[in-house]
């Protein structure tokens, strides 16, 4: 069945995302008795998954990774640190979503908090707001789910009569692509090196 509206995930699909920039940062910041953690095991606490999925504020979450850090470190250093993971929205990326735009509903469907938020659509180049991309852009934080929760994708689906058939999932995790796929929706891996606009410049409808 031919495909009429594309998801798109952010990271490491639509927005590079640079682990090392961040990890390098934060590592500046962290208290002496914590220079040997990953910094980026706050991803495992509960605090972070209730960030993601709006139950808690940002001020709230920073509150609780507060440990991690020296007693100098301000939230807004642990802002421009957390914000570091993010790269720049490529030239390539946008051009490639006002070409797709003409002849597909295209949508974002993210696992994503709102300081991330704040700081990426202010800087998708060429556009007042990504919304000038996507139909509807759909993030964890504002649905109170995160993928790979079923009830995240019926609710895309629902919310703008999408044929599940019809529809195609961009994403770089396979649990997220899982979940889709068995919900009928059709899928594509982005891995590493992966040339999204050259693949969907051999893209038609089927």
Excluded: C
């Amino acid at each position: 069945m031919s495909v009429r509206n594309i998801i798109f995930d952010l990271g490491n699909v639509l927005i590079p995302l640079k682990r090392e920039a961040a990890k390098e940062a934060f590592s500046k910041l962290l208290a002496e008795e914590m220079k040997e953690t990953d910094v980026f095991s706050f991803k495992t606490l509960d605090s972070f998954i209730e960030f993601e999925t709006g139950e808690i504020s940002s001020g709230q979450f920073l509150k609780s990774i507060g440990h991690f850090f020296r007693p100098d470190v301000t939230n807004e250093d642990i802002v421009d640190a957390w914000n570091k993971i993010l790269g720049d929205f490529p030239e390539e990326h946008v051009e490639m979503l006002r070409d797709l735009g003409k002849e597909y509903r295209l949508f974002v469907l993210s696992n994503t908090n709102e300081i991330h938020v704040q700081k990426y659509e202010k800087e998708v180049p060429g556009v007042e707001h990504p919304k000038d991309l996507f139909e509807k852009l759909y993030y964890s934080h504002t649905m109170g789910l995160r993928k790979p929760q079923p009830e995240i994708y019926q609710q895309v689906l629902r919310e703008n009569d999408l044929n599940p058939a019809e529809t195609l999932f961009a994403d770089d995790l396979a649990e997220n692509l899982e979940t889709a796929g068995r919900l009928g929706i059709q899928t594509l891996h982005i891995t590493p090196g992966f040339d999204l606009p050259g693949w969907f410049r051999g893209f038609s409808r089927r």
